[in-house]
């Protein structure tokens, strides 16, 4: 059955830096795309970035653009998301999904609370 | 990159049936047929409902139906249930090779 792990979470100072990772199984990674989901607490679903299936092709939300970067590694069957220069509104809850079209399958999420 | 917009609730009886609106543009909803539903209950991760505007994940109820016309996308609930209650988002893929998520919609089962 797929599964979807994120980790990475924490705590960290506004202006610093943080890398999610989001194991996949039971599915062959390489063939698909995968998207990073954000939600704020008690807030709606937003849409962060997506990468292909080969890591080529990758695009972003504006609220993050030039600041977070999705990348993979197939061979690990693994997602990442560097985010830089973290904000206050950067904190949510983050799921990585699977499929360039239609996330569906999704993690159970990590929890990221920028703070000082 | 606006997200597209929901009601922000919904109510109905057990039995009966509700419809959740997603209004977009000719750039993402209008222009696609790339628009999916998702649930999802407190504390838990979304769960995909429908996809491509009106096609059922193996495992989805039959209850569950999604339509377009225009810019706007619907998902309707028959025969509602008191598991049914939950928020509700669209989503859509936009011109940009983007994706956006509605507002989301708090459906409750009266």
């Known amino acids: 059955q797929v599964q979807l792990v994120e980790s990475g979470g924490g705590v960290v100072q506004p202006g610093r830096s943080l890398r999610l990772s989001c194991g996949a199984s039971?599915?062959?990674?390489?063939?698909?795309?995968m998207h990073w989901v954000r939600q704020a607490p008690g807030k709606g679903l937003e849409w962060v970035a997506v990468?292909?299936?080969?890591?080529?092709?990758?695009h972003y939300a504006d609220s993050v653009k030039g600041r977070f970067t999705i990348s993979r590694d197939n061979s690990k069957s693994t997602l990442y998301l560097q985010m830089n220069s973290l904000r206050a509104e950067d904190t949510a809850v983050y799921y990585c999904?699977?499929?360039?079209?239609?996330?569906?399958?999704w993690g159970q999420g990590t929890l990221v609370t920028v703070s000082s | 990159q606006s997200a597209l917009t929901q009601p922000a609730s919904v109510s109905g009886s057990p039995g009966q049936s509700i419809t959740v609106s997603c209004t977009g543009t000719?750039?993402?909803?209008?222009?696609?047929?790339?628009v999916s539903w998702y649930q999802q209950h407190p504390g838990k991760a979304p769960r995909l409902m429908i996809y491509?505007?009106?096609n059922r994940p193996s495992g989805v109820s039959n209850r569950f139906s999604g339509s377009k016309s225009g810019n706007t996308a619907s998902l309707t609930i028959s025969g509602l249930q008191a598991e049914d209650e939950a928020d509700y988002y669209c989503?859509?893929?936009?011109?940009?090779?983007?994706?956006?998520f509605g507002g989301g919609t708090k459906l409750t089962v009266l």
């Open positions: 039971g599915f062959t990674f390489s063939r698909y795309g």
């Open positions: 990468t292909s299936s080969d890591g080529s092709n990758n």
């Open positions: 999904a699977k499929d360039w079209q239609n996330f569906d399958y």
């Open positions: 989503s859509s893929y936009t011109s940009s090779s983007t994706r956006v």
């Open positions: 491509e505007v009106s």
């Open positions: 000719s750039s993402d909803v209008g222009g696609y047929n790339y």
